[in-house]
């Protein structure tokens, strides 16, 4: 098993800010963390599921949006 990343370090893979990860870890449908205590660690290979997920789902999205017509 590979260690578990903190915020700081999933926000550095992923190019975004850490205050961003620990909104998504907090979001509902968000970013897959593990509580331990007071700590928020990650898997990263559950975040890399996660991401894969969210690009499906944006991709349908845009395959399946009306038209807009002028």
């Known amino acids: 098993m590979e260690r578990l990343l903190n915020a700081a370090e999933v926000a550095e893979r992923l190019a975004v800010p850490e205050s961003w990860v ?8 968000g970013i897959p963390h593990v509580r331990l205590g007071r700590y928020v660690r990650f898997e990263w290979e559950d975040v890399a ?6 690009r499906a789902g944006d991709q349908r999205w845009r395959k399946h949006r009306p038209k807009v017509t002028s």
């Open 22 to 29: 620990r909104e998504q870890s907090r979001a509902l449908d």
């Open 49 to 54: 599921e996660w991401l894969e997920a969210q």
